[in-house]
């Protein structure tokens, strides 16, 4: 649970208490009500600890329970030691909420989409061995995973997603309620979005499923036709040299550009010289925040219409959808919009409109103390 999610619960009189397990630390300022086991990154070692029972583990959360004795537990995630919080949670018989943030549980590789674009029906089986998916040598791990979690749903009350779309999803899976709570943003008071030039971005991580390179298909189809334009892609990940030879392939230097991770000040310099953004994603996306983030700061998205992404675009409103796996459509929809400057002014307010109403923190945190409460009662 995020730091600013638990400063709003206490502010509304809501007692905390974090337990986290992971293989990253994190500077974030939770206070007192915190504890934190590192894990080594290694995926022998934490397989090892995910199946098998820790004695220590479970004697934190023992002495942490008795001293804060929790009306709730909110879980997030379901993979790292597993096994030992399976147990802790049985023997407290505490109404549990868990939090599926993506499609993990459901799939090996959270994308939900086979290779051609085919959206999967989910469940982790030895099938997911020789669909074509990327699955490496885990397939085997992550049954024992998905099995143990389907056999214990008892111990849990109700699944929280981010889109309605992995909220259908995962009722098919799940004989328990299962309750659409969207993430929110920050609402920038102050932005810059009066960018002159034909440019528009992506920002987030640079992997193969994110279509970037579909993007570059469609740029080449946009520069064979003589249209002035430039791309500007803002990230890191490990599709990068793929795409910059895709760009170089095309000719295409001179137009899309590559400007690595950026954050705070550079991060508002990038939204400031964009007139749009894209996101050609190819897997199951739920809401992402990489287009709503240039949404409330009035800037329309092209992005495919896959998973969440219909409920976060409303298709000729405040944005435009295109088909996914379609690069030939997408560069009709870029083209759109390059031609159409003063449809944008439109489309971003509507845009920002949109964003404040259904990604409002406000609205997130008291549906969430109305979720406990329900539960409670």
Known sequence: MSNRILKMLISKNIKTFTFEINVTDYDFDYGDNY??????NSPLERTIKDISYDDYIYKKLNEIYNNFMPDIIHLH?????????????KDKKVPVVFTAHDADLICPISTLVRPG??????????RCMFTGCKTGLNVPYEIMRYHSFINNLSIIKMYLTPSDALTNYIRSFVDRDVETLRSFINFPEHFDNKSEGNAFGYIGRIVKEKGIQDVIKACKILKEKGIEFNFYIAGDG?????????????????????????SGKSKEDFFSMINFSVL?????EHLPLSIAEGMVREIPAVANSIGGIPE????EVNGLLAKPYNYMDLANKIEYMLS???DLKELGGNGRKKVMDILNPEKHILK?????????N
């Open 312 to 315: 976060l675009i409303d298709d």
């Open 280 to 284: 050609a994603s190819l897997m199951f």
């Open 238 to 262: 490990d599709y990068k040299n793929d795409l910059i030879e895709i760009v170089k392939k095309y000719d295409l230097d001179n137009n899309v550009h590559f400007l690595g991770s950026i």
């Open 368 to 376: 969430l103390i109305n979720i406990y409460n329900s539960i409670l």
């Open 77 to 89: 995630r379901f993979r790292v030691d597993y096994s030992t919080i399976i147990k802790f949670i």
């Open 35 to 40: 504890y934190f086991v590192k894990r080594k």
């Open 340 to 342: 159409n400057r003063y």
């Open 117 to 126: 674009g085919i959206i999967c029906d989910g469940g982790i089986k030895t």
